[in-house]
């Protein structure tokens, strides 16, 4: 088994000044935390993989192709892969695990 704190998660996140952090890597999938102040701007371009969002903290919007969304602590946001995403108008500090399928490369 493998288990882990979000506080700890946050904390390895910041010391290594980073916006992502890959935390858990497997043969089918790979799993980080993202993290994006208010007022930030996402970099994000499309992937190769699928993904799906659960935001622990946080408020902003998502755009995925087309579509937007606002997302707030509980949401499950699903991206294909290869889709145009990115959050914006973030309007409280975000947190988000993030889930790889196939592992990110």
Same mark, same amino acid.
């Given at each position: =088994?493998?288990?882990?704190? %979000? &506080?700890? $998660? #946050?904390?390895?996140?910041?010391?290594?000044?980073?916006?992502? $952090?890959?935390? %858990?890597?497997?043969?089918? =999938?790979?799993?980080? *935390?993202?993290? *994006?102040?208010?007022? #930030?701007?996402? @970099?994000?371009?499309?992937?190769?993989? &699928?993904?799906?969002?659960?935001?622990?903290?946080?408020?902003?919007?998502? !755009?995925?192709? =087309? #579509? !937007?969304?606002?997302?707030?602590?509980?949401?499950?946001?699903?991206? @294909?892969?290869?889709?145009?995403?990115?959050?914006?108008?973030?309007?409280? &500090? *975000?947190?988000? $695990?993030?889930?790889?399928? @196939?592992? #990110?490369?």
């Amino acid at each position: =088994m493998k288990a882990f704190r %979000l &506080d700890e $998660l #946050e904390a390895e996140r910041a010391a290594n000044e980073g916006a992502y $952090l890959q935390f %858990l890597r497997e043969r089918n =999938m790979s799993v980080g *935390l993202y993290a *994006l102040n208010a007022g #930030e701007h996402d @970099p994000q371009r499309p992937h190769n993989q &699928d993904e799906v969002y659960f935001v622990v903290s946080g408020r902003a919007a998502i !755009t995925v192709g =087309m #579509e !937007t969304t606002q997302v707030a602590r509980g949401s499950v946001v699903y991206v @294909p892969a290869g889709v145009a995403h990115k959050f914006h108008h973030i309007s409280e &500090d *975000l947190r988000v $695990l993030v889930v790889f399928s @196939p592992p #990110e490369s």
